[in-house]
């Protein structure tokens, strides 16, 4: 046996002894079981239009006046606000559309909604809307959406909407004058 081929076999059995599992090892891989797999204990259910009564479809409208060479977000659709605007304990659900008026579903329970998006009073408005929040913006307990518009020129259909819950299931619109008020004091 050269003196190459000795030390050879001398590091393959120092190598395939350091890799056997030490008693230590043994010992705890014995104590402690074989995990289960993890198996999906959540499942989802599709609720069918004819019971929720959620129609709500955030369609695009293209035209040669509004289209995605001139406005490259017009495909990131809207919002959804979950909120609970009677305060009944149910949430409602409240989506911005980004052409046409918002909606706004009043929960009833078991997974049954009411479209009060015309009587609430926040289905009249146009403008292209991107988003919703959710707040009590003014702390009565009632909590009020903000939904944001953009992109249009034209300001009216451009300025942000703040609904402000009346506490009877409709909101009135808070309006901000054009200009900030005067921060001077008066003077004497
Ligand atoms: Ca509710
Ligand atoms: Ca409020």
């Known amino acids: 046996m050269t003196y190459s081929t000795g030390a050879t076999l001398l590091f393959s059995s120092l190598f395939l002894f350091s890799c056997k599992n030490a008693p230590d090892d043994d010992f705890l891989r014995a104590e402690m079981p074989e995990a289960e797999p993890v198996k999906a204990s959540t499942t989802f259910e599709l609720i069918p239009v004819s019971r929720s009564g959620i129609d709500f479809v955030p369609e695009i409208q293209e035209s040669f006046q509004y289209n995605f060479l001139l406005d490259p977000y017009e495909y990131n659709g809207g919002g959804v606000g979950i909120l609970d605007i009677d305060n009944d304990g149910l949430q409602d659900l409240f989506f911005t559309h980004r052409f046409n008026g918002c909606r706004l579903y009043l929960n009833?329970?078991?997974?049954?909604?009411?479209?009060?998006?015309?009587?609430?009073?926040?289905?009249?408005?146009?403008?292209?809307?991107?988003?919703?929040?959710?707040?009590?913006?003014?702390?009565?307990?009632?909590?009020?959406?903000?939904?944001?518009?953009?992109?249009l020129t034209n300001l009216p259909e451009r300025r942000n909407l703040l609904f402000v819950n009346n506490g009877?299931?409709?909101?009135?619109?808070k309006t901000f004058p054009k200009k900030p008020a005067s921060t001077t004091a008066p003077t004497a």
């Open 108 to 151: 009833k329970g078991n997974f049954q909604f009411e479209d009060i998006s015309e009587a609430s009073g926040v289905a009249q408005f146009s403008g292209l809307k991107t988003g919703v929040a959710v707040v009590d913006i003014n702390g009565d307990g009632w909590q009020d959406i903000y939904v944001c518009r953009t992109w």
């Open 168 to 173: 009877n299931n409709t909101f009135g619109l």
